[in-house]
């Protein structure tokens, strides 16, 4: 109790009939629950009044008459939903005495032990404990049908509750449920897991290829084994796992089938050690096999990202070219397989039709290995996809449209070892059979900087008997003429009428800014045609004026009848060899001039022995290559 008195004499301003007396029976209380209340006597010699700021308090009555003891109820509101005490204050007032009660509320307590609850598959009790100084609830309104009881669900402090499980009859998953406490305006949890239901594991695979101790096996070698059963006939899966020295593992393979070809090189002249994990997808459902070993011959293949030179050139500043494949697996890229056989094939197809054939020695060719996961390429009119490393795709149906990530082309070919992107040209050769090419081109002022990205599919079915259709032909005209020459098509559809002014705007900017695009002409003023130099030079009265170029069917020109970038004929007319040379001369630093192209000249004329099949313009071909697409830095 609190007592405060004096005497009157001594108290300024207390007139003769104040008693100069305050008592207060408590003068600190803990109230933690809201509804929650204590009282206090209060006895004053005159009148009192009681004061608080808290809203979380309410004080009945809160004043009184002097004389007499007033019994004063104090009541918590609202609980403190935090987790540090709040002291709050009540100043008791009688004339020039007062006095405080304190009211601590303290802060939020409780806590779950444990943390987690594990029942067997069988169904089973077991029982956590809250620890807590407030009222708290279990939230069932989700528990999952393998909860049958929580008890209590509530209360106001300690309590030892109860979970009741049913059994699990499944042997795949484990159940699991965050049963949720809430208390104040916050909430905690334990987590209740089941293990599944028993099962069976598969039967152990056993390994066929690599065979035990077996020696000189290829880098990428094909691994081979028998399948498991499945008592309760669960689908089963395959991990192939790899070792150098039977103890640190890696995985190399998983899937449901029982062979696959390596998708990684392996290191030659190398022991290895391999075993083959079943896996049936449910509860301790996985079988090792017996680990078998075998050892790696010598290097039968490139490695992933290992370039070759095909061929070198002696000049001081050589050309590079950069043959790369898409939609090759590690398989393929054995020494003589398909990588080979067809990256070579597009070389070959590029350096055997001229000018490229007589200035095969400036440039220099590296073969670039790029492993894919997959086989072929993404095909979006058939909804077919395949993982391949430069994720490239073809529109399909009757589109030739191809696409890809073309900065993963350039950072795999600058990884070469002086080998930049600016001046660069990149062939990408397709591993599916369908007939397809587009060229990426990327232009930038100074034209001997310019890159290109030439996507061409290996055709070898598709349109049996059509020369244009060939892979070599598509080869040279989106590698020879747009990728290295940024020379246009020549060709035309029939609905797409005139060029416009914008459209001949267009290409003349090009020309003009870029250097590029002409073997076509934006005027059919014979004085002003790119191509003018050679309407008075012996030997090349074939070279005209024809209407008709750059997918229009008039308002743009061409310099002769046919011509590769029309119908990927095995020959570049005069006007687009004099650009590809010139772009030679230009990036290998030499000097040029149109005297010294004709004198090197050596195929004046198409002899294809292809005639035309119409007799006005050249073309309704069923399916020209598609349009370049144009990338300007």
Same mark, same amino acid.
């Given at each position: 109790m609190l007592a405060i008195a004096a005497a009157a004499a001594i108290l300024p301003g207390c007139t003769a009939n104040e008693d100069p007396t305050l008592e207060i029976s408590v003068t600190e209380m803990t109230l933690t629950q809201a509804g929650e209340s204590n009282t206090v006597e209060i006895s004053s010699g005159s009148d009192w009044i009681a004061t608080y700021d808290s809203k979380a308090l309410q004080v009945t009555p809160n004043s009184g008459k002097g004389g007499k003891t007033t019994t004063v109820t104090i009541e918590l509101l609202s609980e403190n939903a935090t987790a540090s005490d709040v002291k709050n204050t009540v100043t008791v007032v009688a004339g020039k005495l007062s006095g405080t009660?304190?009211?601590i509320q303290p802060g939020v307590s409780i806590n779950i032990s444990p943390e987690s609850l594990s029942f067997s598959n069988k169904g089973e009790e077991k029982s956590f404990t809250v620890t807590a100084n407030c009222h708290w609830s279990v939230n069932t309104s989700a528990l999952p049908s393998w909860i049958t009881s929580v008890t209590p669900a509530e209360g106001d402090s300690d309590?030892?509750?109860t979970v009741t499980a049913s059994a699990n009859t499944n042997r795949k998953d484990t159940n699991t449920h965050q049963l949720r406490i809430e208390y104040s305006t916050s909430y905690t949890s334990i987590a209740l897991y089941q293990e599944p239901a028993p099962n069976v594991p598969p039967t152990a695979a056993v390994p066929e290829e690599p065979a035990d101790n077996a020696?000189?096996?290829?880098? =990428?070698?094909? $691994?081979?084994?028998?399948?498991?059963?499945d008592r309760e006939g669960d689908p089963v899966t395959y991990t192939v796992m790899c070792s150098t020295d039977g103890t640190n593992w890696w995985e190399l393979y998983t899937g449901a089938e029982n062979?696959?070809?390596?998708?990684t090189a392996l290191t030659p002249d190398t022991q290895y050690f391999y075993k083959i994990i079943s896996d049936d997808g449910c509860y301790e459902g996985t079988t090792e096999s017996? =680990?078998?070993? $075998?050892?790696t011959g010598s290097k039968d293949a490139y490695q992933d990202g290992e370039y070759t030179v095909y061929m070198e050139s002696g000049k001081p500043n050589p050309i590079i070219l950069v043959f790369t494949g898409d939609g090759y697996i590690a398989e393929d890229h054995k020494y003589a397989g398909a990588f080979d056989e067809d990256t070579d094939a597009a070389i070959e197809a590029l350096f055997d039709i001229e000018p490229y054939k007589?200035?095969?020695?400036y440039f220099t060719v590296y073969k670039l290995a790029a492993y894919s996961q997959e086989?072929?390429?993404?095909n979006i009119a058939d909804g077919t996809y395949c993982e391949t490393v430069y994720s490239t795709k073809i529109e399909g149906g009757n589109s030739t449209g191809i696409e890809c990530n073309y900065d993963a082309v350039f950072a795999r070919a600058t990884k070469i070892p002086g080998v930049k992107e600016e001046g660069l040209?990149?062939?990408?050769?397709?591993?599916?059979?369908f007939y397809a090419g587009t060229c990426m081109m990327m232009f930038t002022e100074d034209y001997t900087e310019n890159s290109s990205i030439a996507m061409i599919t290996k055709n070898e079915t598709n349109y049996p008997g059509e020369y244009m259709t060939k892979f070599e032909n598509t080869v040279r005209h989106e590698l020879g003429g747009h990728g290295f020459a940024f020379l246009y098509d020549e060709y035309f559809y029939t609905e797409q009428g005139t060029a416009s002014q914008a459209d001949r705007d267009y290409i003349e900017n090009l020309q003009k800014n870029y250097n590029v695009a002409l073997n076509l002409s934006v005027t059919s003023e014979r004085s002003l045609v790119p191509w003018a130099r050679f309407f008075e030079t012996d030997g090349y009265s074939h070279v005209g004026i024809y209407e008709g170029g750059g997918t229009f069917m008039s308002g743009m020109w061409r310099s002769e009848y046919m011509s590769c970038m029309i119908d990927n004929r095995e020959y570049f007319n005069s006007q687009s060899r004099y650009l590809i040379v010139k772009r030679i001369m230009d990036m290998c630093g030499e000097e040029f001039t149109f005297e010294k192209f004709l004198a090197k000249d050596i195929e004046k004329t198409d002899n294809t022995g292809y005639a035309p099949t119409r007799g006005r313009v050249p073309f309704e071909v069923a399916r020209p290559l598609a349009p370049p697409v144009i990338r300007i830095k």
């Open positions: 009660i304190t009211v309590a030892t509750v020696t000189g096996i290829s880098i =990428v070698p094909l $691994f081979k084994w028998t399948e498991s059963t062979e696959f070809k390596c998708t017996e =680990v078998y070993t $075998f050892t007589s200035y095969r020695d086989r072929g390429t993404d040209t990149v062939c990408v050769v397709i591993n599916y059979d």
